[in-house]
């Protein structure tokens, strides 16, 4: 997607002392409610600060958005607002165009784009203050002292940190580096072996880690010197086969920056990839870097967010939504495997935070690097008409050397429990050699379908137009889950429908792979990494770590394991069903998939054992994947191209999609009908629609949706700038939940 570069950001407005203040909330209401100031307020409104409001009986916390010289309300009808929380505007001036360029674009109320900008502590009312952070070095008795005697790995691994910082750590540091860490430093600092010491101005580079661990070959060379002379706005395709040493090329970019005084930000787009990525970080660079994401408690979420607003943290990394963090000296930004769809929200402010990196980054005037073994097909198409710089990575890095992938026709032999003859023989030789294998399947659970042999009775969910998954643990009885609404029931012995009590597992899940592979292989030590198996608090490093020191030979995954993780020992990989992103009727299914088989494959022989990579398929001689795995994905994104030009798809075009979700369908349907009759679309913008959603009920909703196609963004925002305030004023509003979704990545 590109952003919409004639449209620009709303003007930012200034106020003078004016006695009606314009609350925004996070929560609850969208639209701006007029306050009158505190009693005993003399002076201007205290514009982008927080406020305590009382609202019907609650006291909530909002946001000074503007501020006026009259009121729709009567003066005897206005509230006073009961204390400022801020003595100084909590974003400052390039943040909060961020946002009002946010809430314009995506046609988003002002308080809920706030709420995804703001930490959950601060729209509760928490004070905006960094905590005071002790820094904590080793004592003279700790340097002297005989590691060999110390029992406890904790500890251990915690004096080994010191050694590896002699200027010490602050206690954030320590947490990032090594979770958990409070009581084992209690009890280092009560033996005399830590002590608290002032907080040195650290150096750039860490004086153990001073130099790149990785020469570069000429390819990463000839892109770092280009990412170094980068001045301005530059928007860069760093497309780097898998093991091309992306990450390394960051760094050195990121050296001159830090070097500048300058902050970083990088972004990756699912929190499993933080952990590898946070320890290169911190073998690099004495820094202070800030974590951004969901897996941390919400004080760890606001401390990272202050230090990054205060410019104390010089590196920031994390997930989609820290793209909204304040960075006062921002000279970089990162954005790691920009292809992947997590980086557009799929509810609520359904925002894309690397077009919102791109944005940001034109605001700024900064170089932006787009790193992706397999570019999306926008930003491959911008490099192609030269919008984008575009560098390459054609080889990988040291002696690895790309994978050798290999078809297994699905179809002369039946495969019981989805493991052909060939892969089982493949992994057999694999193990006997001492290695490693992965299976990739993109379904968590036992089985995705569960069906009666007499008289075909499925398992579907009463909420929802979707099958039921098995889900079967050991100890446990069998459950029946909805994937879509999380419904859940206990896996019936019978059919309910007749009786038979033959029910029969269709497909397979990664815990039927699992099965499977331990009934062939029962000496084999088996690691299964799904978001089931990783629900606790640091399993996914543990699985991972184990993995990469050699300590588990058969991986089972989904997604989670199919980009960015290095696994040293890993020369054989599976995909064991490709055909089902073969047929999807959505237009970015090819696309996706392509990208999914570069990138599992990606994962075999990253150091010196050479890779090998099976793709088990019922369709072996289908076009676009025998393309794929000829030609290379640049030709494959060309081909698909120009099968969107053709059928006027983004990148050509651009989309809006306005979903309606009711009690009946037809109240759904009549409400998105109204529409085009409320305001008649230009004659350029193309109406499809309303239609039954693809999954027409859901939770329990009936749900419709209306598709905007538009051969720029200009005519399609314009036409939404005016639909949009309409739409609540419409009757049918109030029996009908809607929402728009600017740039959709999922039509279905």
Not at 122 to 146: F, K, T, V
Not at 544 to 561: H, P
Request: with cysteine; glycine share 8%.
């Amino acid at each position: 997607m590109t952003l919409r570069q004639n449209l620009g950001a709303p003007p930012t407005l200034s106020f003078p002392a004016e006695p009606i203040w314009q609350i925004a909330l996070f929560t609850g209401v969208d639209r701006i409610l007029d306050y009158a100031p505190p009693e005993g307020w003399d002076g201007p409104a205290p514009l982008n600060r927080r406020v305590r409001i009382p609202l019907g009986k609650r006291s909530v916390v909002g946001w000074v958005a503007g501020a006026a010289a009259h009121s729709t309300l009567a003066p005897h009808q206005l509230r006073p607002c009961q204390m400022v929380l801020d003595t100084d505007p909590l974003l400052d001036p390039a943040s909060l165009a961020l946002v009002h360029w946010t809430a314009h674009y995506y046609h988003h109320p002002l308080g809920r784009v706030l709420a995804t900008a703001l930490p959950t502590l601060l729209r509760e009312g928490s004070p905006a203050e960094m905590p005071q952070m002790p820094h904590w070095g080793l004592s003279a008795a700790g340097r002297a002292l005989d590691r060999n005697a110390l029992r406890g790995h904790r500890l251990q691994a915690l004096l080994a940190l010191f050694d590896a910082h002699p200027l010490g750590m602050s206690a954030a540091q320590l947490e990032t580096a090594l979770p958990g860490s409070r009581d084992v430093l209690r009890r280092a600092c009560d033996r005399g072996w830590v002590h608290a010491m002032p907080a040195p101005v650290a150096p750039l580079i860490d004086p153990v880690f001073g130099q790149s661990p990785h020469p570069l070959n000429p390819d990463q060379q000839a892109a770092v010197d280009a990412l170094r002379a980068a001045h301005g706005y530059a928007p860069t395709v760093l497309e780097g086969v898998t093991g091309s040493g992306k990450t390394e090329v960051y760094l050195q970019a990121m050296e001159t920056v830090l070097q500048a005084g300058r902050q970083v930000l990088i972004l990756t787009p699912e929190i499993g990839l933080i952990p590898q990525l946070r320890q290169r970080l911190q073998a690099r660079f004495s820094a202070s870097m800030a974590l951004l994401h969901s897996g941390m408690t919400e004080r760890q979420r606001l401390n990272g967010w202050l230090a990054a607003r205060s410019g104390s943290a010089r590196i920031v990394l994390g997930t989609r939504s820290a793209i909204f963090t304040p960075l006062p000296e921002l000279g970089l930004i990162v954005v790691d495997e920009e292809h992947d769809a997590a980086y557009k929200q799929d509810d609520g402010l359904r925002y894309s935070a690397r077009d919102l990196a791109l944005w940001r980054a034109r605001q700024h005037a900064l170089p932006i690097v787009l790193g992706s073994a397999t570019p999306s097909l926008e930003s491959f198409h911008r490099t192609e008409r030269g919008d984008y710089r575009l560098l390459r990575l054609p080889l990988r890095a040291g002696s690895a050397q790309e994978p050798r992938i290999q078809l297994i026709d699905m179809r002369p032999h039946g495969a019981p429990d989805g493991l052909s003859p060939a892969l089982l023989q493949a992994i057999e030789r694999e193990l006997a050699q001492g290695g490693q294998a992965m299976l990739f399947q993109n379904r968590r659970g036992y089985a995705p379908m569960l069906r009666c042999r007499a008289c075909g009775w499925i398992a579907g969910c009463p909420h929802c137009d979707a099958r039921m998954t098995l889900h079967r643990e050991a100890g446990k009885r069998d459950l029946l889950i909805c994937h879509h609404c999380g419904f859940r029931r206990t896996s019936p012995a019978h059919c309910p429908d007749c009786a038979h009590p033959a029910l029969d597992f269709m497909g397979m899940g990664t815990v039927r792979v699992e099965e499977a592979l331990r009934a062939h292989f029962p000496h084999a030590r088996v690691a299964r990494i799904d978001r089931d198996s990783t629900r606790r608090q640091g399993s996914l490093e543990r699985m991972l770590d184990a993995a990469i020191r050699g300590e588990v030979n058969l991986l089972i995954g989904t997604q989670m394991l199919a980009k960015g993780h290095h696994l040293p020992h890993l020369a054989l990989v599976a995909i064991l069903d490709v055909d089902q992103g073969l047929y999807s009727p959505d237009f970015r299914a090819s696309e996706r998939t392509g990208q999914l088989v570069v990138q599992v494959a990606g994962r075999a022989g990253r150091e010196l054992r050479a890779g090998t990579t099976l793709i088990q398929t019922h369709r072996p001689d289908h076009p676009w994947l025998r393309q794929l795995l000829t030609e290379g994905y640049p030709a494959f994104a060309r081909t698909l191209l120009a099968e969107r030009q053709q059928a006027h798809w983004p990148p050509f075009t651009r989309l809006a999609l306005l979903r309606a979700q009711a009690p009946e369908l037809q109240r759904a349907m009549d409400f998105l009908a109204r529409l085009p009759t409320l305001l008649a679309p230009p004659s350029e913008l193309q109406v499809l629609g309303p239609v039954p959603a693809p999954m027409a009920r859901r939770a329990g909703a009936h749900r419709a949706q209306l598709l905007l196609i538009a051969p720029s963004p200009v005519p399609l925002h314009a036409y939404l700038d005016r639909l949009m305030p309409q739409l609540g004023t419409l009757p049918e509003s109030r029996q009908v939940r809607w929402s728009l979704d600017v740039d959709p990545q999922d039509l279905f």
